[in-house]
C-alpha cells in the first residue's frame, strides 16, 4: 500500500515556474516507478513525467526541456519542477506510484491531485 499527497500546485504567470512535490508513506527506493500525469477540462489525463527506481526519467513531448522530475530518497517525496510554464499546461496534476513483481502485475497508486493555473 502506499498513499501519496500532492502538493504545490497554484496560479502562475504564462513563463513561470512552479515545483509540485508527492510524498510517500513508504521508500520511493521501494516502489518500481513514480510520476505526474495531468489532465485538463473536456480532455483524457496524460502522462506528463516518469521516473524508474533505477532513476530512468522519460517525459511528455510538450514538457521536455521545460519540466524536470527528480526523487529524493531521503524524504521519500518526488518532485516535478516545471519551467516556462503555459496556459495549456493549466490542469489537475495527479502523482502516481507503481508497483509491480515477477508475481504480480503493475498497481497504481493516485494521489488526490492538485490544481495548476497558468494565466496568460
Known amino acids: 500500500q502506499v498513499q501519496l499527497v500532492e502538493s504545490g500546485g497554484g496560479l502562475v504567470q504564462a513563463g513561470g515556474s512552479l515545483r509540485l512535490s508527492c510524498a510517500a508513506s513508504?521508500?520511493?527506493?521501494?516502489?518500481?516507478?513514480m510520476g505526474w500525469y495531468r489532465q485538463a477540462p473536456g480532455k483524457q489525463r496524460e502522462l506528463v513525467a516518469r521516473i524508474t527506481s533505477g532513476s530512468s526519467t522519460n517525459y511528455a513531448d510538450s514538457v521536455k526541456g521545460r519540466f524536470t522530475i527528480v526523487g529524493d530518497n531521503a524524504k521519500n517525496t518526488v518532485y516535478l519542477q516545471m519551467n516556462s510554464l503555459k496556459p495549456e499546461d493549466t490542469a489537475v496534476y495527479y502523482c502516481t506510484a507503481q508497483r509491480w513483481t515477477t508475481d504480480s502485475p503493475r498497481y497504481d497508486y493516485w494521489g488526490q491531485g492538485t490544481q495548476v493555473t497558468v494565466s496568460s
Open positions: 513508504r521508500s520511493i527506493g521501494s516502489i518500481n516507478a
